[in-house]
């Protein structure tokens, strides 16, 4: 399966700048294939929902690193991916499972990758497992939080809704909310709180097919970065 742009463009040759009539976009390729340099900014999708990180306050005193410019690279990764997809002519299975990403230096340093320098994105193939696709892109993992930690179940209801055409049915208006201000609730692991709502009856039809999605992301924090223990207690 191929992503069809709407234009068949030929390799970019060194140093020469082409245009996408997909994206109506600019970018600057000084080699070609996976070296290409993107500089200028791809316009928006809105298949993604990712205007809606505008919505997501991160929480600065748990992420001291965090900042607003941090966040559009985060974004710029995402719409430089689809783009590279299109000008490349890969695989649109690279949006569930890909060895590459498109990264620059501020970005591979927030993700721990070494050897990219610079402000312009370019492809990188990843040697960390899991991080490849858009499930692996800090822009997807932060839509899923509350900014201060992530959300299984909103990563659940995302993934569910934007790449598997299968959005749940909303929750009933009666159903009644967790008394997550217990201490007891908060001991429990993030697979341990969402079993508490599987055992409740008015929640366990709709949470049996959203929680194994949520928890499967728990690998990662509101910020996208790897981590292997929640709240002190391993992942998973």
């Known amino acids: ?39 200028d900014p791809p316009s ?92 692996g892109h800090a822009s997807v993992l932060m839509l899923g939080s509350t900014g ?5 179940i909103r990563r659940a209801v995302w993934l569910r809704d934007r790449l598997l055409n299968d959005p749940p049915d909303p929750p009933p208006a009666d159903v009644p909310d967790l008394d997550e201000s217990n201490p007891e609730f908060a001991r429990l692991s993030v697979r341990e709180q969402l079993e508490v709502h599987r055992n409740k009856e008015s929640c366990a039809s709709c949470h049996r097919g959203i929680d194994p999605w949520g928890i499967a992301l728990e690998h990662y924090d509101a910020i996208g970065k790897f981590r292997t223990e929640v709240n002190s207690k391993p992942v998973g």
């Open 148 to 152: 201060r930690d992530s959300h299984p």
């Open 1 to 39: 399966m191929k992503i069809e742009s709407g234009c068949r463009l030929p390799p970019p040759q060194p140093g020469q700048r082409t245009r996408c009539c997909a994206t109506t976009s600019y970018q600057t390729a000084p080699l070609s294939g996976r070296y290409l340099l993107y500089h």
């Open 44 to 135: 928006d999708g809105q298949w993604l929902k990712l205007e809606n990180t505008d919505q997501i306050a991160i929480d600065r005193g748990t992420y001291k690193g965090f900042t607003k410019d941090l966040k559009e690279e985060m974004l710029q990764e995402t719409r430089y991916f689809f783009q590279h997809l299109i000008l490349t002519d890969r695989s649109a299975m690279n949006m569930l499972d890909s060895k590459f990403t498109m990264l620059n230096e501020p970005l591979a340093r927030h993700y721990g990758v070494t050897g990219v320098t610079g402000q312009a994105y370019r492809e990188v193939t990843l040697k960390e497992e899991g991080r490849g696709g858009l499930l």
